[in-house]
């Protein structure tokens, strides 16, 4: 989804946060290896990893859940996710063996929240710091069975229930959100993927503001060179490169690069 310049001047009128009004630590450097866990580089701070993955010793660990979508593989009631138009499972159109979850009713929320909980609560117990829940945005592509009133109204379910482990929540891209991720869903932080690829990172740094932003660009779908990206003035404080599986240090393919 794209800003249109009304939603924009929106989002800079509500003001961002203020410097360290965050949980990110200030001038995060940060590592994004949903891939694969690997020794981060020196003079990384901040590192994401799957939930299934353990915590960067001595670093800010973020621990990334699939929360509005099923992981592939994953044994889940058929009666939770969404139905297309043949009452079929309605998957995710880029990754067909993910499956958006029923979202659209109280009972359908509180119920999919149920089977999330347990995963929430093993991010804390492994000692990561903070959670981040990946696709808030797959009501853009449920063909309108879900909204994005379904989408904020289960993501306040998620963060608060994160809070309840002692772990703030980010929001993992859909810029279209402006101030309600933060103001409505709770949301501390934010993970944005491809926002100068597609002009969106003042959606998040003028929200969030820059130290509480963490940005991803993919190799192989820059707009211009990853020295521009770095340039823009509106980037996240920590903005890195990488390569689109996310392969570990050592991996064919694997690309990792940070703004300087």
Not at 31 to 45: E, F, H, N, S
Not at 67 to 83: H, I, M, N, S, V
Not at 129 to 156: K, W
Not at 183 to 211: P, S
């Amino acid at each position: 989804m794209r800003l249109r310049a009304g939603l924009l001047a929106l989002i800079c009128a509500a003001g961002p946060l203020a410097a360290g009004d965050g949980p990110l630590p200030a001038g995060a450097v940060a590592d994004y290896q949903l891939g694969g866990a690997y020794p981060p580089p020196r003079g990384v701070t901040v590192v994401a990893r799957d939930v299934t993955d353990s915590p960067a010793p001595g670093l800010y660990n973020i621990c990334y859940v699939n929360g509005f979508q099923t992981q592939p593989g994953a044994d889940w009631p058929e009666a939770l996710l969404l139905k297309d138009g043949a009452g079929a499972p309605l998957a995710d159109p880029a990754w067909p063996d993910e499956f958006l979850l029923d979202i659209g009713s109280p009972e359908t929320r509180k119920a999919n929240l149920a089977r999330l909980a347990p995963v929430i609560r093993t991010c804390a117990e492994k000692g990561f710091d903070a959670v981040e829940f990946d696709n808030l945005d797959s009501y853009t592509r449920s063909g309108g069975r879900l909204s994005r009133q379904d989408a904020l109204a289960f993501a306040s379910l998620l963060v608060a229930e994160a809070a309840r482990h002692g772990l703030p929540a980010g929001q993992k891209n859909t810029p279209g959100l402006g101030r309600l991720g933060r103001e409505r869903a709770g949301f501390r932080f934010a993970v944005a993927e491809g926002c100068h690829r597609w002009d969106e990172c003042a959606a998040y740094t003028r929200v969030y503001g820059r130290d509480q932003v963490l940005g991803i660009e993919y190799a192989d779908d820059l707009r211009g060179s990853f020295a521009e990206a770095c340039a823009d003035p509106d980037r996240p404080g920590s903005l890195i490169l990488r390569d689109r599986l996310l392969s570990p240090a050592g991996a064919p393919g694997h690309v990792l690069a940070f703004c300087h």
